[in-house]
Each structure stands twice: as C-alpha cells, then as structure tokens.
C-alpha cells in the first residue's frame, strides 16, 4: 500500500466514526416530547399573560429571564420581577395569542408568538432552555404594535 493511503487510511476511519457517532449522539439529544413540553410552556405563559396571573406567568419563566425591548427608540430591559410587577389578576378578556414558528435543537429552542389584545399586538421572540429535564422561558425580546381593529 503506498505511504500516502497508510496515513489517510486512519483519519478517514477516524473520521467516519466520529460524524457517525457524533450524529447519532446529537440526534438523542432531544426527547421525543419536547415539542409538546415547549408548547406547554408558552401555552402557560399566554394563559397567566392574559389572566394577569403572576403564578403561572412566573413557573414558565426562568429565574434569570429578562424581558428586552425598544421604546421611544431607547433599549429597554426589565428582569423577571420587575416584569411580573406589571401584571394585576384580570378576567381574560379578547386576548389572542399563537405560537407562529418553532425551532428546537437539542436543549435549546426558540419561539416566536404573537399575542393580540384590543389595539395592540406583542410579537414576542422566546428562547427557552430545558433545565434538568424541565423547559423554561430563559429570555424574551418583544415587539409591540398599534393595530386597527376591524370595523363590523
């Protein structure tokens, strides 16, 4: 054999068996019900954002969450407490709120939803992270828009 394939030969090999096991670890990586898992969570979080309910709104939402945001063209940054402060319990009114994409990797997913309440819509951008085996809100960077309702 000539000296050039008996130096490739190995890493080749080497090679092969680390994509294959590689991808094969990386494709374990997800548990079959994460998607469902994921959903839950954002569901919970539409529910406690619209019920003004602060329990719920904070078991979806890690301890180290921080809402991001643009105001009067200022950076804005509130963390979960702060946020949480914010809401008061209320009947659920005409609140609708969907998750529009969702993409997962492993632990790590993002979502983006949209909530849509009188004459605003939210467009927020979720990342979530599953935490010993448990999925949470880790981060959230939000849109807010006037919309015109529509005329009967």
């Not at 068996?17 to 839950?40: T, V, Y």
């Not at 619209?50 to 991001?68: I, N, P, Y």
Request: glycine share 6%.
């Amino acid at each position: 054999m000539p000296m050039f394939l008996q130096l490739v030969r190995p890493l080749a090999v080497a090679a092969l068996l680390i994509f294959a096991f590689g991808s094969k670890a990386h494709a374990q990586a997800a548990a079959p019900n994460d998607e469902a898992q994921i959903r839950a969570v954002v569901n919970s979080y539409f529910e406690g954002w619209a019920l003004g309910d602060t329990v719920r709104l904070s078991a979806a939402m890690h301890a180290s969450c921080h809402l991001k945001f643009v105001r009067n063209n200022e950076f804005g940054e509130v963390n979960k407490q702060t946020y949480l402060s914010g809401f008061k319990p209320q009947p659920k009114g005409d609140v609708q709120a969907r998750i529009l994409t969702l993409r997962q990797t492993g632990h790590a997913a993002g979502i983006v939803s949209e909530i849509t309440t009188g004459s605003s819509r939210y467009t927020d951008y979720f990342n979530l992270l599953r935490i010993k085996g448990r999925w949470y809100i880790v981060d959230k960077v939000a849109y807010r828009e006037e919309v015109v309702a529509a005329t009967k």
